[in-house]
């Protein structure tokens, strides 16, 4: 949905704009938004310019909202090599566009948040807890060693370094129970062949939830890891899917999981570009009283709603 101007609702104290609200994480935003009451704008570009400084500026001085939500960037589709592909939209959309909204934002005085990701890591930080906000990423253009894509999400967030009045929100391999292409579950359930390795990951509805009781309770602004807490391997997750319904379905109808040798052996095989698998730390986002079910948890009830109901 397209909506100039704010839609009426319940709650006229917020005013909200989301920016590439038509995306897969910004419609689970308009979802909630919608669910809520709150009164809302998507842009979209090809209604309103959004990424150029002076055509945002104009918008948000007429319209004057009382909180920005950026969730237009470039993860590539069918996925991450795609970006290897579109270097020039990935880094616009990624690392260009944040700087663009924080000059606006912080020019106007609108508090803002960024839709980051987890992507930035590699690994569990040696300690089992993950990477906290203030690691350094050890995924990224400086290190050498990362896809296109998570090149830019860590120049995006080096952008936002020290901005005022704006959230750098993480969000990390997204899953729901319902049936979408980007859905991880979906993907877990559909790829031929799949690589065993340990992740944090966010329940999509409880991630935009988390994001939101952010902006509500006031919190301090800064760099928010939004994951479930407690990681899980893949095969962790392929044993819930096969125990779950939809996976009884599933195996009735022949399906079985294989998974690659190694990681060499998934390089060679099914990707142009190195993936981020990591693990994050979520004890700054439970510090400010805010909770996420456990990982397992949070996929055991997507899979027992899985394609039945709305959350
Ligand atoms: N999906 C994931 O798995 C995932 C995981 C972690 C983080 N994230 C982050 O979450 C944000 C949203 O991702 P998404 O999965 O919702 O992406 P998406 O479905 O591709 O939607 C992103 C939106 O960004 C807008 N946009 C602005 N500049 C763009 C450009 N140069 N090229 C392409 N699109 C542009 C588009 O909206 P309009 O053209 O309508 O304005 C588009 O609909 C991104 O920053 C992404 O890095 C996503």
């Known amino acids: 949905m397209v909506c100039f101007g704010f839609a009426v609702g319940e709650h006229m104290a917020e005013k909200i704009v989301l920016l590439g609200g038509n995306g897969y994480i910004g419609a689970a935003f308009q979802k909630f938004f919608k669910k809520q009451d709150i009164v809302f704008s998507s842009l979209s570009r090809k209604d309103v310019e959004y990424t150029h400084g002076d055509v945002l500026r104009d918008f948000l001085k007429t319209h004057k909202p009382s909180f920005l939500v950026n969730c237009a960037g470039y993860s590539g589709k069918p996925n991450v090599d795609a970006c290897e592909l579109h270097k020039a939209e990935c880094l ?144 962790e997750v392929v044993a819930l899917v096969e125990k779950s319904a939809i996976g009884v379905s599933l195996k009735a109808r022949g399906k079985t999981f294989r998974f690659f040798e190694s990681e060499e052996d998934f390089m060679k095989k099914a990707a142009k570009t190195p993936r981020s698998n990591c693990v994050l730390d979520t004890r700054k986002l439970q510090s400010v009283g805010i909770c996420m079910t456990p990982v397992r948890d949070a996929i055991e009830r997507s899979l027992s709603q899985w394609g039945k109901c709305k959350i």
Not at 187 to 198: E, T
């Open 92 to 235: 616009a959309a990624n690392a260009v566009l944040p700087g663009v909204i924080r000059r606006v934002c912080e020019g106007l005085g609108l508090p803002w948040a960024h839709i980051s990701s987890g992507c930035i890591y590699t690994g569990d930080h040696g300690c089992g807890m993950g990477f906290a906000e203030n690691d350094a990423p050890n995924f990224s253009f400086r290190h050498n060693n990362c896809s296109f894509y998570s090149g830019t999400k860590a120049l995006g967030e080096e952008v936002l370094d020290g901005a005022s009045g704006c959230f750098v929100w993480r969000l990390r391999i997204p899953f729901n129970h319902e049936e979408n292409p980007r859905n991880y579950l979906m993907k877990v359930m559909g790829y031929d062949c799949l690589l065993d390795a340990r992740n944090s990951l966010s329940h999509l509805d409880e991630f935009v939830s988390a994001c939101w009781q952010c902006w509500e309770k006031r919190v301090p602004f800064g760099v928010y890891n939004m994951t479930n807490p407690e990681s899980i391997t893949t095969r």
